[in-house]
């Protein structure tokens, strides 16, 4: 399986975890409440694309509003692919991770 970047990695557990909600704004927004950093929209946009194109996401419109000039809004959804993936990412960050003592000391 690819390995993602830890970019696309947070990506996905964002969208993971807006659940229904996961829109671009929402996505944005849910990224700075855990990382404390806001990112560019081209940021988050271009690896959402990457994302959707490769098989880790699914996308769709809901229903125009008035409220955005009757655009619609594109949500994002994982699908087996990137769920299987974040498995395997955990797995190995779990691995990587076994035995080291905190406060890391150098050796």
Do not use: C
Not at 74 to 82: H, N, R
């Amino acid at each position: 399986m690819k390995t993602l970047t830890r970019n696309e990695e947070q990506l996905l557990l964002a969208i993971y975890h807006l659940k229904e909600n996961a829109y671009l704004v929402n996505i944005r927004e849910q990224l700075k409440d855990i990382t404390g950093k806001y990112l560019d929209v081209g940021t988050i946009n271009k690896p959402l694309k990457r994302l959707t194109d490769e098989g880790y996401l699914d996308s769709f419109f809901g229903d125009p509003t008035p409220v955005r000039g009757g655009k619609a809004i594109k949500y994002y959804s994982l699908t087996q692919k990137a769920f299987d993936a974040l498995v395997e990412i955990r797995t190995l960050h779990e691995k990587m991770w076994t035995n080291v003592e905190f406060p890391l000391k150098r050796t």
